[in-house]
Structure formats: C-alpha cells, structure tokens
C-alpha cells in the first residue's frame, strides 16, 4: 500500500525520510553527510537547523534493535551453543549496522514530522518570542 501524499503534493513520510527530501519543498538535500543534516536545504533554503531531533531517534532505536540482537543471541546460545567469539563476530557488527542504516531514515522522519506538523517551542499566549 502506497503511503498517502501530504497536502502540499509532497511524498508520504516514509519515502520523504528514506530519500532524504526537504519537508518544504521535496528536494533530496536533507542530509549533508551519513546521518548530519544540512543547515538549509540547498534549493529552496528551507531552515533545517531550526528543528529540535535530538536524540530521541537514537534513542528509540539502541532500545528496539538492542531488544531484538539480545533476543535473537539467545535463541542462537539456546540452538547451537556457539563459541561466545562467534556471538561478538556476529552481534556487534550487526548491531552495529543496523543501527547505523535505521538513523538516518529515523532523524529524517522525525524532522519532516515535526515540519509537516508545524512544531514550534512552547509559548504563552500574547508572547510571540517564547518564553526563557
């Protein structure tokens, strides 16, 4: 099934994080390295510096594929008792990868998110700046 386009004409989420396009106007400048995003999308100057990721992404997914490595190691220990330097050979580069490959697609979905859904810093009412 096709992910729905947004309102804009733009490509669903999941393609617009996995091709790194620009929440503003689709072009492929998100990124200016392997996970680093650009500070402003180089065809339209979109500001990509003014939204907050963080480390959430990383976060989430140490927890989700760390959960699952363990899983599958155990299954594995259970299965073939295998020498604990195949589970190091195995494991940590796997790990490893996976994290590496599923970043990039993560922060470029939390940011076109946050984007499309207009997030901005907490305000009070009548106060245009923000409050610190």
């Not at 096709?2 to 733009?10: A, F, H, I, L, V």
């Not at 992404?57 to 989700?64: H, K, N, Q, S, Y």
Request: glycine share 10%; with cysteine; proline share 5%.
């Amino acid at each position: 099934m096709d992910e729905p386009r947004s309102s804009k004409g733009q490509s669903g989420l999941v393609q617009a994080a996995l091709f790194g396009e620009c929440p503003a106007c689709g072009a492929r400048t998100l990124f200016a390295g392997w996970v680093r995003f650009a500070p402003r999308c180089r065809a339209c100057g979109h500001d990509f510096a003014a939204y907050n990721v963080g480390d959430g992404p990383a976060a989430f997914l140490i927890l989700v594929i760390g959960a699952l490595v363990s899983a599958f190691a155990v299954v594995l220990q259970v299965q073939a008792s295998p020498p604990f330097w195949v589970h190091i050979l195995l494991w940590v580069p796997l790990t490893f990868a996976f994290v590496i490959l599923s970043l990039r697609v993560s922060k470029a979905a939390m940011l076109i998110h946050e984007a499309r859904a207009e997030v901005r810093e907490g305000r009070l009412d009548g106060d245009e700046k923000g409050s610190r």
